[in-house]
């Protein structure tokens, strides 16, 4: 049987067309800006100054305690400046910019080997230097997930590889292209925590994929290949675990107090770079689709610039409107061309000024199909109407803090609504008013 989950639309696939049958090329650019803050927690600190020279991969910015992780040299070269740089909707980033010399020169790696006979101590640390997040767009240190604490158990690790977002395909190839690599990195995180289950779950849209990751997994020992339903959002961890053990995560609650670890296969795949090559992480496959001529998925070194890699997808093919780094329902519209990819940029797609325009919201006209729709089973109408009052306290109490912001109900709501937005903005107020409550608390001042 399929598994699935509760509520959840039906975008249409048709946008991942130009990119699923074309294999991935890599491209390196001459210059990469590399951000510091790439992955939820501390940002990292820049280890290097102007005119260095330095390696690929090489540390050049080092984490800044347990919950952050270290940034590498991506390319070899010269270190051309060391600066804050405008980066999405937050606040400047720290970024080290280099000069690329196509030397291609690495710092001299320290491989582990092979993962069924890696030392299982080794290989959280291991992840941990490499400097891995969760490469599916949410970028939380693997290692930090991958620590648990004494009273936390895991029996069951499941591969996320269901790409469920519109536009993108950058999962979708890696799965056909390096499906041994990914269940590699699987095995030896499931050596690592002990764990015998390990699942790579699939949405029923990418046949090939699932035939590939069968082949890749075959002889490896407590891995299974799992078959979802094409179904948005499946590849949100709640409704992945849902759909593979039927377990729910509590409200508030983690995936690891229902015995799971989630990761997701360009995550997977990371790790065993890690493991088998002492490779840190320094590219990744990305889509880049919409209004560009050649509409590819790249292999591009961290930091590589928007305006170049669409310059290798051969231009704009109609006026630009909007650019946004995700698919159409989570992905967060970039400031300019300038902007670099991170370690959790799967796609860059780009609107025509058209679909790039912002519609109006009309009166909601109480259909209720946004209550239907809604995965973690919300009433976004009502939360809407609280937090269009401004409401927080209204808002906290009809759970808008569980809220996932995938955007189905914005998706399906007649009257097209600006529910998903209305509910980060909340989500973000609320998130300061708690940090200004503790700094209040600790006699300091919340950023
Ligand atoms: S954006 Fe939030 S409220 Fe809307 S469907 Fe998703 S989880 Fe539910
Ligand atoms: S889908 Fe839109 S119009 Fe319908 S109840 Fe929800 S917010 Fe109102």
Same mark, same amino acid.
């Given at each position: +049987?399929?598994?699935?989950?509760?509520?959840?639309?039906?975008?249409?696939?048709?946008?991942?067309?130009?990119?699923?049958?074309?294999?991935?090329?890599?491209? %390196?650019?001459?210059?990469?800006?590399?951000?510091?803050?790439?992955?939820?927690?501390?940002?990292?600190?820049?280890?290097?100054?102007?005119?260095?020279?330095?390696?690929?991969?090489?540390?050049?910015?080092?984490?800044?305690?347990?919950?952050?992780?270290?940034?590498?040299?991506?390319?070899?070269?010269? &270190?051309?400046? %060391?600066?804050?740089? $405008?980066?999405?909707?937050?606040?400047?980033?720290?970024?080290?910019?280099?000069?690329?010399?196509?030397?291609?020169?690495?710092?001299?790696? /320290?491989?582990?080997?092979?993962?069924? /006979?890696?030392?299982?101590?080794?290989?959280?640390?291991?992840? =941990?230097?490499?400097?891995?997040?969760?490469?599916?767009?949410?970028?939380?240190?693997?290692?930090?997930?991958?620590?648990?604490?004494?009273?936390?158990?895991?029996?069951?690790?499941?591969?996320?590889?269901?790409?469920?977002?519109?536009?993108?395909?950058?999962?979708?190839?890696?799965?056909?292209?390096?499906?041994?690599?990914?269940?590699?990195?699987?095995?030896?995180?499931?050596?690592?925590?002990?764990?015998?289950?390990?699942? #790579?779950?699939?949405?029923?849209?990418?046949?090939?994929?699932?035939?590939? +990751?069968?082949?890749?997994?075959?002889?490896?020992?407590?891995?299974?290949?799992?078959?979802?339903?094409?179904? *948005?959002?499946?590849?949100?961890?709640? =409704?992945?675990?849902?759909?593979?053990?039927?377990?729910?995560?509590?409200?508030?609650?983690?995936?690891?107090?229902?015995? &799971?670890?989630?990761?997701?296969?360009?995550?997977?795949?990371?790790?065993?770079?890690?493991?088998?090559?002492?490779?840190?992480?320094?590219?990744?496959?990305?889509?880049?689709?919409?209004?560009?001529?050649? $509409?590819?998925?790249?292999?591009?070194?961290?930091?590589?610039?928007?305006?170049?890699?669409?310059?290798?997808?051969?231009?704009?093919?109609?006026?630009?409107?909007?650019?946004?780094?995700?698919?159409? +329902?989570?992905? +967060?519209?970039?400031?300019?061309?300038? &902007?670099? #990819?991170?370690?959790?940029?799967?796609?860059?797609?780009? *609107?025509?000024? /058209?679909?790039?325009?912002?519609?109006?919201?009309? $009166?909601?006209?109480?259909?209720?199909?946004?209550?239907? %729709?809604?995965?973690?089973?919300?009433?976004?109408?009502?939360?809407?109407?609280?937090?269009?009052?401004?409401?927080?306290?209204?808002?906290?109490?009809?759970? &808008?803090?569980?809220? #996932?912001?995938?955007?189905?109900?914005?998706?399906?709501?007649?009257?097209?609504?600006?529910?998903?937005?209305?509910?980060?903005?909340?989500?973000?107020?609320?998130?300061?008013?708690?940090?200004?409550?503790?700094?209040?608390? =600790?006699?300091?001042?919340?950023?």
């Amino acid at each position: +049987m399929k598994g699935t989950f509760r509520g959840g639309v039906h975008p249409s696939h048709k946008s991942k067309d130009p990119t699923k049958g074309v294999k991935t090329r890599e491209y %390196v650019s001459d210059t990469v800006k590399i951000i510091m803050n790439m992955n939820i927690g501390a940002p990292a600190k820049p280890c290097v100054k102007k005119g260095d020279q330095v390696r690929v991969g090489q540390v050049i910015g080092e984490a800044q305690g347990f919950m952050s992780v270290p940034v590498h040299a991506s390319v070899s070269g010269t &270190v051309l400046a %060391v600066e804050p740089i $405008p980066y999405l909707a937050e606040a400047p980033s720290m970024a080290v910019t280099i000069q690329n010399d196509f030397k291609d020169e690495w710092v001299e790696l /320290h491989p582990l080997g092979d993962v069924e /006979h890696v030392d299982p101590s080794l290989v959280i640390p291991a992840i =941990q230097n490499a400097g891995i997040c969760g490469m599916g767009g949410a970028c939380f240190p693997t290692h930090v997930k991958l620590s648990l604490k004494p009273d936390q158990k895991c029996d069951t690790i499941i591969v996320n590889g269901a790409e469920c977002e519109t536009h993108l395909t950058a999962d979708h190839r890696l799965m056909l292209e390096n499906s041994r690599r990914i269940v590699d990195g699987l095995r030896a995180v499931m050596r690592a925590l002990d764990v015998k289950n390990g699942v #790579i779950a699939i949405e029923d849209n990418k046949a090939d994929a699932i035939a590939a +990751m069968k082949e890749a997994s075959f002889g490896r020992q407590g891995v299974t290949v799992k078959t979802l339903r094409t179904k *948005y959002p499946q590849g949100g961890e709640k =409704q992945l675990i849902e759909a593979i053990t039927g377990r729910q995560v509590p409200s508030g609650g983690l995936p690891i107090q229902v015995n &799971v670890v989630v990761l997701n296969v360009g995550t997977c795949a990371a790790i065993a770079d890690a493991i088998i090559d002492g490779k840190p992480l320094i590219s990744r496959i990305t889509t880049i689709t919409g209004c560009v001529r050649k $509409p590819s998925n790249l292999r591009l070194r961290i930091g590589t610039l928007v305006e170049d890699l669409i310059g290798e997808c051969g231009g704009f093919s109609e006026d630009a409107g909007k650019i946004v780094f995700g698919g159409a +329902m989570t992905g +967060m519209p970039i400031p300019n061309t300038s &902007v670099p #990819i991170a370690k959790a940029t799967n796609g860059v797609v780009v *609107y025509n000024k /058209h679909d790039g325009a912002s519609v109006e919201e009309g $009166p909601c006209i109480r259909c209720g199909k946004c209550v239907s %729709v809604c995965p973690i089973g919300l009433n976004p109408f009502q939360i809407k109407a609280a937090a269009d009052a401004d409401d927080l306290e209204k808002c906290k109490a009809l759970h &808008v803090m569980d809220c #996932i912001l995938c955007g189905s109900c914005s998706f399906d709501c007649p009257s097209r609504r600006w529910l998903t937005a209305s509910f980060k903005n909340a989500k973000q107020k609320i998130t300061l008013q708690a940090k200004k409550a503790a700094a209040a608390q =600790q006699g300091g001042t919340a950023k």
